[in-house]
């Protein structure tokens, strides 16, 4: 169930400003999801809190979805291991390593609204996820057997902190995956492609309605 915290700093918010409905890729998950995304977008940026990021967690976003898809296809990718979930937000892909048999979820966000939502959504779905405010990629992946990142390489300040995380938490022994759809910076050299989809996204959000999206693993 979400914390007393979580409620009080976004729960709220978020039922308001959205509904629970099905992830549109993602079988058998539902997602707190804004219906319209530039409404909610100018919200969170002006009358709601100007201090924080954009509402990241209110749209099932492509590389997660791909990402929770492919658990959900291959769950020997994580049952019974521990998994960290990256840059969260809806908490779509911890969600999914839930269902696939994963034996404990983390999931980071920098965002106290994405942390709330990520309860509600895990509590939506009949599993709990270890949400967790901060930012961690200056550290280490505290010894998890899995680490998952959905459409993280979204710019190049975000992309190199992230590899550099990546490739440490390989080092220590973490297999490595992520979602991304043809994002710029995605540091492709570095990757293998396990599997492709087209994944349905908001035309407001992507200017199109299908994103080619893979799921790759660190090398």
């Known amino acids: 169930m979400p914390s007393p915290e979580a409620d009080l700093g976004g729960a709220a918010f978020i039922r308001a ?23 909610l977008w100018e919200l969170t940026e002006s009358e709601y809190s100007s201090d924080r990021p954009p509402p990241f967690w209110a749209f099932a976003w492509a590389g997660g979805q791909a990402l929770a898809r492919y ?5 020997e990718a994580v ?3 521990t998994v960290l979930d990256l840059a969260a937000g809806s908490g779509v892909v911890g969600i999914a ?10 999931a980071v966000e920098v965002d106290s609204t994405a942390v709330a939502a990520i309860e509600l959504n895990a509590a939506a779905n ?20 899995v680490v998952l990142a959905g459409d993280v390489f979204y710019s190049k300040a975000m992309s190199d902190r992230m590899l550099a995380f990546l490739r440490r938490a390989a080092r220590h022994g973490a297999r490595v995956l992520v979602g991304d759809p043809e994002r710029a910076y ?15 996204v908001p035309h407001a959000l992507e200017s199109v309605t299908v994103k080619h999206t893979t799921v790759w693993e660190l090398a």
């Open 97 to 106: 390593a839930l269902k696939a048999g994963a034996a404990r979820v983390r």
């Open 71 to 75: 658990l959900l296809e291959h769950p």
């Open 186 to 200: 995605l540091p492709r050299k570095f990757f293998t492609p396990l599997t492709r989809y087209d994944v349905p």
């Open 126 to 145: 009949g599993v709990a996820v270890d949400a967790e405010l901060g930012d961690i990629l200056a550290g280490e992946s505290g010894g998890v057997d």
């Open 17 to 39: 400003h959205t509904d629970l409905a099905p992830a549109p890729f993602v079988p058998g998950v539902l997602l707190h999801q804004a219906d319209e995304p530039i409404g």
């Open 79 to 81: 049952r019974g291991r």
